[in-house]
Nanobody, 124 residues
Framework: QVQLVESGGGLVQAGGSLRLSCAAS????????MGWFRQAPGKEREFVAT?????????VYADSVKGRFTISRDNAKNTVYLQMNSLKPEDMAVYYC????????????????WGQGTQVTVSS
């Protein structure tokens, strides 16, 4: 089992920044990639960004966040970050961290473990 705990959400004005953190514990060695997803009220969960624990592949981003969001990792701390800049009202959602034991993927079905989510609210 892998346990994931997100933090860093909150309220920010449009154009502002937030940094989300996801601390992984447990059988973290079984995790190949980490991803961030988000879900707004009434909408399906959507992919945001993903990164491998090792420098095998470049991070992958959703088109909607390219150039504004940056995913990174600290292997020593088993922590993944999502730096979010130039936030827009449409970025408002619950953000989830997820771990995949199989691949770098934008599909939520490829992720085996999920955090509880952290709310990001963007005021216009």
């Amino acid at each position: 089992q892998v346990q994931l705990v997100e933090s860093g959400g909150g309220l920010v004005q449009a154009g502002g920044s937030l940094r989300l953190s996801c601390a992984a514990s447990g059988r973290t060695f079984s995790s190949v990639a980490m991803g961030w997803f988000r879900q707004a009220p009434g909408k399906e969960r959507e992919f945001v960004a993903t990164i491998t624990w090792r420098t095998i592949s470049r991070p992958v981003y959703a088109d909607s966040v390219k150039g504004r969001f940056t995913i990174s990792r600290d292997n020593a701390k088993n922590t993944v970050y999502l730096q979010m800049n130039s936030l827009k009202p449409e970025d408002m959602a619950v953000y989830y961290c997820a771990a995949s034991t199989s691949r770098l993927s934008a599909q939520h079905s490829d992720y085996d473990y999920w955090g509880q989510g952290t709310q990001v609210t963007v005021s216009s």
